[in-house]
T-cell receptor, first 113, second 111 residues
Framework: DAGVIQSPRHEVTEMGQEVTLRCKPISGHDYLFWYRQTMMRGLELLIYFNNNVPIDDSGMPEDRFSAKMPNASFSTLKIQPSEPRDSAVYFC???????????FGQGTRLTVV | QQQVKQSPQSLIVQKGGISIINCAYENTAFDYFPWYQQFPGKGPALLIAIRPDVSEKKEGRFTISFNKSAKQFSLHIMDSQPGDSATYFCAASISGSRLTFGEGTQLTVNP
């Protein structure tokens, strides 16, 4: 398996534009997580899914953020409209069960100018 | 109560030395304590993990020490190597799933 695949690796967009980040988890993993990493706040969990169902979205900062998982092999994180303070590295991770290793993707570095 | 406090923020060690990173937590419901290693431009990767029913776990040069009564756990890297230079995160979760990460420690091992 190629691991967790995220796209794009880098995204530069203008304030106010819609941004969509994509993630393909490891096949067979039941849990999918979206994290955001910044210097100021470290690694923050935004939302996680179990069997494609959102379980906890309490980390989603604002209504401008939304996440979907239409099937077991694909998830999106959307920011609309984007703002400069959304600039960060966004990671997707997946795991097989609870309390097991979470495998992280390479991340998407988002810059909003 | 969901916080995990990590120290130090940065650490410089000579090659062959011991690197020690500490974490403390408040929520006694946490039952899974992993350590992740992150290299620049990469996602975090699991290094070693422990559950509260044991006080120590060793994998190669990496050891987790766990003190349940003090609500603290630490990572020890023996014989530190320049290739160990990375950012290390402790984390904790309740029955899996939602990992709460510490602030991270940037480790530099000088040759």
């Amino acid at each position: 398996d190629a691991g967790v695949i995220q796209s794009p690796r880098h995204e530069v967009t203008e304030m106010g534009q819609e941004v969509t980040l994509r993630c393909k988890p490891i096949s067979g993993h039941d849990y999918l997580f979206w994290y955001r990493q910044t210097m100021m706040r470290g690694l923050e969990l935004l939302i996680y899914f179990n069997n494609n169902v959102p379980i906890d979205d309490s980390g989603m900062p604002e209504d401008r953020f939304s996440a979907k998982m239409p099937n077991a092999s694909f998830s999106t994180l959307k920011i609309q409209p984007s703002e400069p303070r959304d600039s960060a590295v966004y990671f997707c991770a997946s795991s097989l069960f609870r309390n097991t290793e979470a495998f992280f993707g390479q991340g998407t570095r988002l810059t909003v100018v | 109560q969901q916080q995990v406090k990590q120290s130090p923020q940065s650490l410089i060690v000579q090659k062959g030395g011991i690197s020690i990173i500490n974490c403390a937590y408040e929520n006694t419901a946490f039952d899974y304590f992993p350590w992740y290693q992150q290299f620049p431009g990469k996602g975090p990767a699991l290094l070693i993990a422990i559950r509260p029913d044991v006080s120590e776990k060793k994998e190669g040069r990496f050891t987790i020490s766990f003190n349940k009564s003090a609500k603290q756990f630490s990572l020890h890297i023996m014989d530190s190597q320049p290739g160990d230079s990375a950012t290390y995160f402790c984390a904790a979760s309740i029955s899996g799933s939602r990992l709460t990460f510490g602030e991270g420690t940037q480790l530099t091992v000088n040759p």
